[in-house]
T-cell receptor
């Protein structure tokens, strides 16, 4: 049982390049989330999904797109990377219901030059 | 005003000491309250949920004061392994029984041998 995994662990991009971050969970969780963490700020929600085929915007969705084609995977895309998207990205998943814990992946460090 | 306010620290305390962290929040609609722990360059992990009646888990005690919108965490007999950043986190139901987490920026704790 690997929990929540993220690939890649680290990536350097040039401004304007695109990339996709992959999150996978093997806990059969309904809900999945993408956050970013920046120095001096709490984790902020980018997008989330309440189930296969559904996605919704969080606090800071601009510049990102997401897809959840399979229940276990949640993809975060950057179509045209900007230096402001340099951050640590965390994926999380959670079971449906109240008082359920969100489990986080190990994070992806992204540097946009 | 930030939704969740924490003293960023750092708190440097000797091993065996008792240390307390505080957190205030502004969203009175929050239903769930948590302390997460984040080690350097790692993902956040749930330390404990916080209940209105207060709760204890070994050396850790959490308190919630809804009237004052204030949460606290007390660590007794601190260990070197307690060195980490402690995140105050609020949960608010958004839709479909899903919960949005709002994170504080964290309080950094270093236990000194």
């Amino acid at each position: 049982n690997a929990g929540v995994t993220q690939t890649p662990k680290f990536r350097v991009l040039k401004t304007g390049q695109s990339m996709t971050l992959l999150c996978a969970q093997d806990m059969n969780h309904e809900y999945m989330y993408w956050y970013r963490q920046d120095p001096g700020m709490g984790l902020r929600l980018i997008h989330y999904s309440v189930g296969e085929g559904t996605t919704a915007k969080g606090e800071v969705p601009d510049g990102y797109n997401v897809s959840r084609l399979k229940k276990q995977n949640f993809l975060l895309g950057l179509e045209s990377a900007a230096p402001s998207q340099t951050s640590v990205y965390f994926c999380a998943s959670r079971r449906h219901g109240g008082q359920e814990t969100q489990y986080f992946g190990p994070g992806t460090r992204l540097l946009v030059l | 005003r930030k939704e969740v306010e924490q003293d960023p620290g750092p708190f440097n305390v000797p091993e065996g000491a008792t240390v307390a962290f505080n957190c205030t929040y502004s969203n009175s609609a929050s239903q769930s309250f948590f302390w997460y722990r984040q080690d350097c360059r790692k993902e956040p992990k749930l330390l404990m949920s916080v209940y209105s009646s207060g709760n204890e888990d070994g050396r850790f005690t959490a308190q919630l004061n809804r009237a004052s919108q204030y949460i606290s965490l007390l660590i007794r007999d601190s260990k070197l392994s307690d060195s980490a950043t402690y995140l105050c986190v609020l949960g608010t139901i958004i839709n479909f029984g899903n919960e949005k987490l709002t994170f504080g920026t964290g309080t950094r704790l270093t236990i000194i041998p």
